[in-house]
DNA sequence: GGTGCCCTGTGG
DNA sequence: CCACAGGGCACC
């Protein structure tokens, strides 16, 4: 579910509670959630280390220790990370538990258990995690239009396909790909070669624009992030085309959102106000 | 590049 | 009941 706003938002709300504790202890209820094939080399690794610094790159999650080592945890479909209080109320489908010195709890759950947690010692090269090929972060200087062109003129894929390949702009989803195409005024079916430089552009403008608009709106207190388990990801009041099929364009055009299926993904958009 | 798959819950 | 869900991978 989450896409950059909202890994994001969990990266601050969590960051706060674990930046130089300990790990006491860790409890793996569902290891499918540890990418690792043996996950007592995990605990192993983890167990006993300090939390020095987090940070995100796309839409992964990075914590890091004190032994040089990386925690990494990606969320995938419903990933939710929270750091509660000890004894806090059970949270339903929880797979890792991590326990620190002062009491808290990192508690990660996942509906579905698409999300993966990685463990990278200090000097390992990292050719598991997926996140040594991704494309600039949105915010990235060199994410321009010259940088989308370069990538994507001689692609015969779409333009929203694009969009969501983590190798060309890390962290863009299925939402705000259509949030960024109808602010963009080009339909998510477009061959990614058939933008005009203007359009490359404006691409380029609207990816960062929207992205720190939802970053902006995902804002939210401890409190209610711990009462949303982490995924009240508030956009929804904001969102302007995504599940909104068959009702008006938002630009006051008169033509009604069109829902249909661009590179195997639900998409919406505006026949009128996108060419 | 297409397709299936990993999973569970929800809505039509 | 089936279709679908804000992700990404392995496999042709």
């Given at each position: 579910?989450?896409?950059?706003?909202?890994?994001?938002?969990?990266?601050?709300?969590?960051?706060?509670?674990?930046?130089?504790r300990?790990?006491?202890?860790?409890?793996?209820?569902?290891?499918?959630?540890?990418?690792?094939?043996?996950?007592?080399?995990?605990?192993?690794?983890?167990?006993?280390?300090?939390?020095?610094?987090?940070?995100?790159?796309?839409?992964?999650?990075?914590?890091?220790?004190?032994?040089?080592?990386?925690?990494?945890?990606?969320?995938?479909?419903?990933?939710?990370?929270?750091?509660?209080?000890?004894?806090?109320?059970?949270?339903?489908?929880?797979?890792?538990?991590?326990?620190?010195?002062?009491?808290?709890?990192?508690?990660?759950?996942?509906?579905?258990?698409?999300?993966?947690?990685?463990?990278?010692?200090?000097?390992?090269?990292?050719?598991?995690?997926?996140?040594?090929?991704?494309?600039?972060e949105?915010?990235?200087?060199?994410?321009?239009?010259?940088?989308?062109?370069?990538?994507?003129?001689?692609?015969?894929?779409?333009?929203?396909?694009?969009?969501?390949?983590?190798?060309?702009?890390a962290?863009?989803?299925?939402?705000?790909?259509?949030?960024?195409?109808?602010?963009?005024?080009?339909?998510?079916?477009?061959?990614?070669?058939?933008?005009t430089?203007?359009?490359?552009?404006?691409?380029?403008s609207?990816?960062?624009?929207?992205?720190?608009?939802?970053?902006?709106?995902?804002?939210?207190?401890?409190?209610?992030?711990?009462?949303?388990?982490?995924?009240?990801?508030?956009?929804?009041?904001?969102?302007?085309?995504?599940?909104?099929?068959?009702?008006?364009?938002?630009?006051?055009?008169?033509?009604?959102?069109?829902?249909?299926?661009?590179?195997?993904?639900?998409?919406?958009?505006c026949?009128?106000?996108?060419?």
């Amino acid at each position: 579910m989450p896409e950059l706003p909202e890994v994001e938002t969990v990266l601050r709300k969590v960051t706060p509670h674990i930046v130089g504790r300990t790990v006491r202890a860790a409890h793996i209820s569902n290891p499918s959630v540890i990418a690792h094939p043996d996950p007592s080399t995990f605990l192993d690794s983890l167990i006993g280390r300090r939390f020095v610094s987090s940070s995100r790159r796309g839409k992964y999650l990075l914590f890091h220790l004190d032994s040089g080592g990386l925690l990494v945890l990606h969320l995938r479909m419903t990933g939710c990370l929270v750091a509660t209080p000890r004894h806090h109320a059970d949270i339903p489908h929880t797979h890792l538990v991590i326990s620190l010195d002062d009491g808290v709890e990192l508690r990660y759950s996942d509906c579905r258990r698409f999300g993966r947690f990685w463990l990278l010692s200090e000097n390992e090269s990292d050719s598991i995690t997926g996140m040594n090929s991704l494309g600039l972060e949105p915010w990235d200087p060199g994410m321009d239009a010259m940088y989308l062109h370069d990538l994507m003129h001689t692609s015969r894929r779409s333009v929203k396909e694009c969009l969501l390949d983590q190798h060309i702009v890390a962290g863009i989803g299925n939402i705000y790909s259509d949030e960024i195409l109808h602010s963009s005024g080009i339909l998510p079916f477009r061959k990614a070669c058939s933008l005009t430089d203007d359009e490359f552009m404006t691409v380029a403008s609207n990816i960062k624009d929207r992205l720190s608009f939802f970053l902006e709106k995902n804002d939210i207190s401890d409190k209610d992030y711990l009462i949303g388990l982490g995924k009240d990801y508030r956009n929804t009041p904001y969102l302007k085309v995504y599940g909104k099929g068959g009702e008006p364009c938002p630009n006051g055009c008169g033509a009604v959102l069109i829902k249909t299926v661009v590179g195997q993904r639900g998409s919406v958009y505006c026949p009128r106000c996108q060419k």
